[in-house]
């Protein structure tokens, strides 16, 4: 039982897969023991520090550059308007370059050319050629996102740590990157007044140009530890990911035309992603709608302008409290769900936001807003990295960053202008007076349209539907694992050489009988060699030790192959998995049924089988083992008590006559459970082979 045989990539790795443990720090730190991607950790703190210093210095040199008031007030507009539109028209052909060639040497060219275009601002020194270089500089950095983005995946060591990954990419983006920057850039700036030092020290510019040259060698280093120190982002099809659609053609030697059409006919032909980019849509459009309106929606509320700043902390716990959630949530509820029900939720509590008659209402209004944002952009970018073709991926990638920039860009300059339309006026709701200006149709209307979005997403990308919304939300709220993609079918039975083979003939008849992968996690001989090196090497000699033994193979069996194999979408036949050797325990050791179960529930994580077949054969008709008749008979009792207690996930079956008519037996039994109990499961429909 210590392997799968086909179906399923699994990695030789020592520790418990991120997604069962949890705590937070510990996922992270798994993640971060990786040196490639710690050490791409590193040059993603290095660039983002050098893109927000960028917004800090180059504003900064822009109003120094010019003695035009009007022109001043522009410079930060202007600034932050060069570094968005290469967003809009180079993120694509970022995408392209991504899926095209060697993503190490992509960003490497990328972060020397940042590198050029920002140090020429601080030597060329002219107002019109900032625009120019920030521009170009922004171009570059489209070249560097999908690149890397692409590249994270195939730098851990199993899919399941991508959402620890992109946590830690945003906690560095927008959290410690941020701090840094406002650090230097407060230190570089304040060094003349402290020290009393002439503005002209350094020359007319000399300080703001000090920050520029700054920004310019932070890209270099980041250029350098690339290209040197991180081979390992030239690295393709680490893993491979969920079979969502079929694998693109020419990613590999088509140009760029054929990587477009491949792109295109991807996203048209895959649910998954086709949803994943609706519901981006809906929630980037309502995004824009916030930040366009939050400044007068604050004023509306006549709670001063400390109303404003306790917005902004309301978003952004709840964008934090959001992205710090969603990996516990998806134990219990799949991404594609999650992603769907984040937007979902987020248009309503928009909603509330524009009906809000207070200030303390609209702060938690706004705080479960930012917490649903969070949730779905952070499974959206897990979905991209887990469950998109690495040969595809950088596109997906680029189209959802462009998108992003896109819809949010033309919604936040849209939404004044519908502002204007609504004249405000003064209300009194419940003896308080609010201003009922533009903002509030605009909010309405922006949550109205994620909240319809959201809903159309889900159903593109639902993969579950033979399982209710409800029941999975009924495991949140009970803090029960999420039932995965996949289905685990179970043989049990008296004999190992009986379930052995029942089960590898079963395994290769779902295999020629149905589209979807099959893995067989069976290997008595291993799982035996490995309990009894563990017994006698602890020299375990008592029932309890034992059992506790047998628990640990099971827990790693499951932890390392089954769960993996299950979250795949594969269905797992696996012999013997829990009610076999607990019912050996029992009747011939002795030892306590419920503390029994209760060993097996922690051992796998609360796992059981969909289907559990019970093969009935006659002990006395079964070869010679280590056991005796008269003990076999009480195994067999114990699980035909097992079965007839839980009828609903166990079919019983006639284990007595040859091998195949045991398993013509098995498969008419496999047949009914999958076609009658779960009919709606497409993927899973049994013809006849």
Not at 6 to 27: L, N
Not at 181 to 205: E, N
Not at 594 to 606: H, P
Request: net charge positive.
């Amino acid at each position: 039982m210590g392997r799968i045989s086909e179906g399923v990539q699994t990695k030789a790795d020592a520790e418990a897969p991120a997604g069962r443990d949890g705590s937070t720090i510990y996922r992270a730190r798994r993640v971060l023991a990786i040196r490639p991607f710690r050490r791409l950790w590193g040059v993603t703190y290095l660039c983002s520090v050098a893109d927000w210093l960028t917004i800090l210095g180059v504003t900064s040199l822009a109003t120094k550059l010019t003695q035009n008031y009007t022109a001043q007030n522009f410079a930060f507009t202007g600034v932050l308007l060069s570094a968005l539109l290469p967003g809009l028209i180079f993120a694509p052909l970022g995408g392209l370059l991504a899926d095209r060639f060697d993503r190490r040497k992509i960003m490497f060219v990328a972060d020397l050319l940042r590198c050029g275009f920002v140090m020429s601002i601080a030597f060329v020194g002219t107002g019109w050629w900032l625009y120019i270089a920030n521009f170009l500089a922004s171009a570059s950095a489209m070249m560097w996102i999908p690149s890397k983005d692409a590249a994270v995946p195939n730098l851990l060591r199993r899919p399941d740590q991508v959402e620890t990954a992109n946590q830690l990419g945003m906690v560095m983006t927008y959290g410690l990157a941020v701090l840094s920057a406002g650090g230097i850039y407060t230190v570089i700036t304040g060094i003349g007044p402290t020290l009393h030092l002439s503005p002209t020290v350094f020359g007319d510019l000399g300080f703001a140009k000090i920050v520029i040259v700054l920004i310019g060698l932070l890209y270099l280093t980041s250029a350098t530890m690339i290209i040197t120190r991180i081979p390992e982002l030239s690295k393709r099809n680490v893993h491979a990911p969920v079979a969502a659609a079929p694998k693109p053609s020419g990613e590999s030697t088509g140009g760029l035309m054929t990587l477009v059409r491949d792109g295109a006919r991807f996203v048209r032909s895959t649910p998954l992603v086709r949803g994943l980019l609706i519901g981006a849509a809906g929630a980037f459009a309502a995004g824009g709608a916030v930040v366009g309106s939050a400044k007068p929606y604050s004023s509306s509320l006549l709670a001063g302008d400390a109303a404003w700043g306790l917005l902004l902390v309301a978003v952004f716990v709840g964008l934090a409290t959001g992205m710090g959630g969603a990996p516990k949530l998806a134990r219990r509820l799949p991404h594609d769900r999650l992603f769907g029900i984040s937007i979902v939720l987020a248009g309503l509590a928009l909603i509330l936001v524009a009906l809000s008659p207070h200030l303390a209402v609209s702060l938690v209004a706004v705080a479960i807003v930012g917490a649903c944002a969070g949730a779905a952009f952070l499974t959206g970018v897990t979905i991209i990295g887990s469950q998109v073709d690495d040969a595809i991926r950088g596109r997906i990638n680029a189209i959802y960053q462009s998108m992003m920039k896109i819809i949010v860009f033309g919604s936040t300059a849209i939404v004044p202008l519908l502002i204007g339309l609504t004249k405000p006026r003064t209300v009194q709701v419940w003896g308080s007076p609010i201003i009922i200006d533009g903002t509030r149709p605009v909010m309405l209307g922006g949550g109205i349209l994620a909240a319809i979005v959201g809903v159309i997403s889900y159903r593109q990308m639902d993969s579950r539907r033979a399982e209710t919304i409800m029941s999975d939300l009924r495991n949140v709220i009970r803090r029960r694992p999420r039932r995965v993609n996949g289905l685990l079918i179970a043989l049990e039975g008296t004999t190992v050489a009986d379930t052995a083979n029942q089960a590898a003939k079963l395994a290769s008849w779902l295999r020629s009988a149905g589209p979807r992968p099959v893995v067989l996690a069976a290997d008595p001989a291993l799982d035996d060699k490995r309990l009894a090196q563990l017994v006698s090497g602890a020299s375990l000699s008592g029932a309890r030790a034992q059992a506790l033994a047998a628990a640990a193979v099971r827990a790693d069996i499951v932890e390392r192959d089954v769960q993996p194999a299950l979250d795949d979408g594969s269905i797992v036949v696996m012999e013997r998995f829990v009610d076999s050797p607990l019912a050996h325990l029992s009747a011939i050791a002795g030892l306590d049924a419920k503390e029994l179960e209760g060993l097996a529930d922690w051992a796998t994580g609360r796992l059981r089988p969909d289907v559990t077949v019970l093969l009935d054969a006659n002990p006395g008709e079964a070869p010679s083992g280590p056991i005796s008749i008269k003990d076999q008979w009480r195994v067999q009792s114990l699980l035909s008590e097992m079965a007839a207690a839980d009828p609903d996930h166990y079919v019983v079956v006639d284990g007595d006559g040859t091998e195949d008519e045991v398993a013509e037996r098995v498969q008419t039994a496999v047949r009914a459970v999958l076609v009658g109990r779960r009919s709606g499961l497409a993927p899973l429909e049994i013809v006849d082979a």
